[in-house]
Structure formats: structure tokens, C-alpha cells
């Protein structure tokens, strides 16, 4: 309906065909109904010439982790401890669009 629920911001490193989604977010009245998903593969389409996504999240939100691996999100392996209650959690994803 026109209103702003939420945010993405991306980093574009057009040379190599890298991005990295470094911040999304959506107004908690509105989570739960998959704009967060479509949010991220409008931005891949957009942007069909980047070949590698990057992003990282809170290993303990389960319901992020759930969204970036249902959409072809790979974790990479690489995990950093920030605290007890908090551990960052890495993923990419590779994409090929033909347009």
C-alpha cells in the first residue's frame, strides 16, 4: 500500500560481483509475512550482475537463520563470539540470473 515497513542496505562491489547485505530490517508488526524474503530477491534481481551475496546474522535468532537458508543462503563456517548470549553466524550465497 505505499508505506515504508522496513529497510535493506547493501554494499555493491561491482568490479568483483560481491555484495553484501549489511543491514535488513522490518517493523515488527509487519514480520511474519515474507517481505523480508521478497525484500532480498527483488534486490538480487536487481542487481542479476552480482554473482555473490554475503551477509552475516545473530547465530541465536533461529527465524533469521531459517529465512537466509531458505533462500539459498550458505553458512560459510566462519562464526564470531561476541558474547555469551551472542554469536555473529556468516553466509553467501552464489547466484547465477540470465536476466
Do not use: F
Request: hydrophobic letters at 30%; one cysteine or more; charged letters at 30%.
Amino acid at each position: 500500500d505505499g508505506i515504508p515497513v522496513g529497510a535493506v542496505r547493501i554494499n555493491l562491489d561491482s568490479e568483483d560481483k560481491r555484495a553484501r547485505v549489511s543491514a535488513l530490517g522490518v517493523l515488527p508488526q509487519y514480520q511474519g509475512q515474507g517481505i523480508a524474503r521478497e525484500a532480498l530477491l527483488e534486490i538480487e534481481r536487481l542487481h542479476s550482475d552480482i554473482e555473490k551475496w554475503c551477509l552475516d546474522t545473530i547465530l541465536q535468532e533461529e527465524g533469521n537463520c531459517h529465512l537466509y537458508e531458505k533462500i539459498g543462503y550458505k553458512r560459510t563456517g566462519k562464526t564470531e563470539i561476541i558474547n555469551e548470549k551472542m554469536t555473529l553466524v556468516y553466509y553467501e550465497k552464489e547466484t547465477n540470473y540470465d536476466g
